[in-house]
């Protein structure tokens, strides 16, 4: 019988956390500590410090165990590095320790025992140490230390090495069923990508597209993709890094998007490789909330039954659905997660483990606070490729992510609503509240500072206190309020960890007057990056991802990076891009006159041919001041209001239809929830008229950017208001033309338009914009609609629809 000899490798951390968890589920600041990510790294090397000159910091460590089962040998590669390793006199012998250092907020007084994962942790590097060195006996000690106080407590244990080997061989036997399962599966689905061809006929460009991505991935480097709609951009992606994952490049792929329809799209594409015969294992990650068997999520096991030994019973559910299914769809989860009553969100996260396209938002790779740590903890490159679909978005999102804001009033509700129930805690909420007062005394209205002074201390003893206090008064963790701000100070303090020249610290009072305290990231490159080092490749790819070296900066590219402009497959003749120079939308020409001259050109294009149209504003205030003017024009009109539910949302699209027996116009705004993702194919929208260039809003919060990137040496305007404004009105005009059969009509109304900054940030496709004024407006329509469409004949691409 042949044996097959496979190489699997998982860190210390990993194994341990996956096969020795065990108890609850708990949400939040319920778990027993709380590590922190930037200060916990700090203390780790003060510590290490301290050690003294026979002191061995961070000393990398590693054991192969060779495990067989059924002709099948698995060399299993245990590999990470132990915080600290010293040697001591015990008696008349020298005794060897392991450290295993963990930085925690909570009181040190309040442990009784070290956590029995952290022991596991120290165990397993001795063990290896033990056997390489040949020691008899071996000690480990785990060393906490307040966050804050900067104390210290040690636990410590001797290990015989006979035990500890007996230990580590059962620890190994039990991950061996997983690694044997999961070898079997990457044997079958490597195979089957390595023979797996392009499913369908090449659109022009398409191949080459695919090729890029592939060398992008062979030689690891970034790529940033500007992909016209119709290109095929999730299937020409996908197709290229599965075929790197046959090919033993790629180990695990993070497709990621910010909305639902490229989620559903990404979805549909895999389900339909699946159906072709093809070996590949995806889930979709979705916020908790969407699949929380409770009406609100509350991860304690006093309000949610299933929390209640969750970890006792998940990787039992695990096993289970891993050997009888091979779609990980939501509704398989939730069977699953029922027959084995655990918590539906934690089993998608660790489904992902086993999963070869992991699909979700942003945040689960590049957020600091809900990234995915049992992917990205470890320092070390992995074989990840991560595909960033709509990635114009991803700018805005991790600013976001990396910034960080305070409200005085937060602080005092939270005091208010403890009460006399806990005094330490009620003194930390007071000393947060007297900082953000001397601030706020200081602020009249806006104000840049320096740093945030002695905050970040008095948040890390605040932070200190709530787990005790919870321990003591559990029915907290149902406190929103309560809950809301601890999450909000620790994501507070975790970027005071990362405060440099990319970041801007300000006050400033709400609308309703609360005082409030942001650290704002600049420029989130820097931060992004440190993603990178982690991961083997990345594509970013969007219909506008234009200027493209204005991403390439924002998104962390270096010069070494990729840049392609794919070319447009679909036939220019059936867009018409026309521009009105008579048009401003700058506030101090906004009036009715201006509002009619819009109507006007309204009237004008739908008159040429019934049908569905939207006009898009640049704010909800222009769009009423219009409509408000728009009685009795000759169309039936739609208002996209602010909030709209979902139910009214798909109400608002329905009207669309293919069709229509009457002409409907939807007022709606630029960067709304109609102004990107969504998908009106065919005749269900022939036209886009853009009101003005979609500049943002001149605010305190705009100027902080704009005058930044002029100290960068950038041109500061172009960053805070014709970039991010310019890609609102890309994305208007892309609603139109969707699929091969489409045909319609772009029209822009602003006389920025025909500067030569703007022009150069048109798409190719878009060129040249055709100049007109009222009463020309209505020959160029009727010589455009009049021409006779041609026929197509080209496959379909899922999400992508193209004529049979």
Aim: hydrophobic fraction near 35%; charge should be negative.
């Amino acid at each position: 019988m042949e044996i097959r000899e496979t190489e699997v490798k998982i860190s210390v951390r990993s194994l341990v956390e996956f096969i020795l968890r065990h108890g609850d589920l708990m949400g939040g600041a319920g778990l027993p500590s709380v590590e922190a990510m930037q200060l916990g790294a700090r203390i780790h090397r003060k510590l290490q410090r301290l050690g003294g000159p026979g002191y061995e910091a961070e000393v990398p460590l590693s054991h192969t165990t060779i495990l067989i089962r059924e002709g099948r040998t698995l060399a299993v590669k245990v590999d990470g590095r132990a915080d600290g390793i010293f040697t001591v006199q015990d008696g008349e012998e020298k005794l060897t320790w392991i450290d295993e250092i963990k930085g925690i907020y909570q009181e040190l007084g309040s442990l009784s025992e070290p956590e029995s994962l952290h022991v596991a942790q120290a165990k397993c590097y001795a063990y290896m140490y033990a056997l390489e060195k040949e020691l008899p006996r071996i000690g480990v000690r785990i060393t906490y230390c307040n966050m804050v106080s900067e104390d210290v407590r040690y636990f410590e244990q001797v290990c015989d090495f006979a035990e500890l080997s007996a230990w580590y061989t059962d620890l190994l036997a039990e991950y061996g069923k997983w690694a044997f399962l999961q070898a079997e599966w990457k044997d079958g689905r490597d195979a089957s990508m390595r023979e797996m061809d392009f499913p369908f006929a090449y659109r022009p460009g398409q191949k080459e597209l695919a090729m890029d991505v592939y060398r992008t991935v062979l030689r690891e480097k970034k790529l940033f993709l500007q992909a016209p709609t119709g290109v095929g951009k999730t299937i020409s992606t996908l197709f290229p890094v599965l075929k790197s994952m046959g090919e033993g490049l790629t180990e695990k792929i993070f497709y990621l998007t910010a909305k639902t329809s490229t989620r559903l799209v990404a979805e549909e594409t895999l389900r339909m490789l699946e159906a072709r015969g093809n070996l590949v294992r995806s889930v979709s990650l979705t916020a908790k909330d969407k699949t929380c068997v409770l009406e609100k999520p509350d991860c304690n096991p006093e309000a949610c039954p299933r929390a209640k030994g969750h970890y006792d019973r998940i990787n039992d559910a695990l096993y289970d659905l891993l050997q009888k299914e091979q779609f990980l769809s939501r509704e398989v989860i939730l069977a699953y997660a029922q027959k084995h009553q655990v918590c539906p969100f934690e089993m998608s996260l660790d489904l992902s483990l086993f999963a070869d396209v992991i699909i979700g938002d942003y945040n689960y790779v590049f957020d600091p606070t809900v990234y995915l740590r049992r992917f990205f903890q470890n320092e070390k490159k992995q074989p990840y490729v991560l595909l960033a679909d709509e990635a114009h978005n991803l700018p805005d999102r991790a600013r976001e992510m990396f910034s960080a804001d305070l409200y005085k009033e937060d602080f005092l509700a939270v005091k208010r609503l403890v009460g006399t129930e806990g005094k330490r805690l009620c003194r930390a909420l007071e000393r947060c509240n007297r900082d953000l007062l001397a601030l706020k005394r200081e602020c009249e209205e806006f104000e840049e500072i320096d740093s945030v002074g002695a905050l970040e201390l008095h948040l890390a003893e605040y932070l200190g206190e709530c787990p005790d206090f919870l321990d003591e008064h559990p029915r907290f963790r149902a406190e929103e309020a309560f809950m809301q701000l601890f999450f909000d100070a620790r994501h507070f303090l975790e970027m005071c960890g990362l405060l440099d020249d990319h970041y801007t610290i300000y006050t400033d009072y709400t609308s309703e007057g609360h005082f409030h305290l942001r650290l704002q990231c600049m420029d989130p490159s820097k931060n992004l990056q440190r993603t990178y080092e982690k991961v083997r490749s990345a594509v970013f790819f969007s219909a506008t991802l234009l200027p493209v070296n204005y991403y390439k900066e924002q998104l962390g590219g270096t010069e070494e990076d990729y840049a392609v402009y794919a070319p447009s497959p679909f036939d220019p003749a059936r867009r018409l891009v026309l521009g009105a120079s008579d048009v401003s939308s700058r506030y101090k020409e906004r009036g009715e006159g201006m509002y009619r001259r819009i109507l006007g050109y309204v009237r004008e294009t739908v008159a040429a041919r019934k049908g569905n149209y939207m006009v898009f504003f640049p704010s909800y205030q222009m769009l009423e001041e219009t409509y408000a003017l728009a009685e009795g024009e000759p169309y039936e009109i739609l208002v996209q209001r602010a909030h709209m539910k979902e139910e009214e949302k798909e109400e608002f699209l329905r009207a669309f239809e293919r069709d229509p027996e009457v002409t409907r116009v939807g007022f709606c705004v630029m960067g709304g929830i109609f102004g990107e993702g969504i998908d009106l194919t065919e005749d269900r929208l022939i036209g886009a008229l853009i009101v003005g260039t979609g500049l943002p809003k001149v605010c305190n919060e705009q100027e902080l950017f704009r005058t930044y990137y002029d100290r960068m040496g950038k041109d500061g305007f172009d960053y805070a208001y014709r970039f991010p404004g310019m890609n609102k009105v890309l994305q208007s005009g892309g609603r139109v033309i969707r699929t091969m059969r489409d045909r319609g009509v772009i029209l822009l109304m602003d006389d920025r338009f025909f500067q030569a900054r703007y022009e150069s940030l048109f798409p190719r496709e878009w060129l040249p914009v055709n100049r007109v004024r009222p009463g020309e407006l209505t020959e160029r329509l009727r010589e455009f609609w009049d021409r006779k469409e041609p026929e197509e004949d080209v496959p379909e691409i899922p999400g992508e629809e193209q004529p049979e």
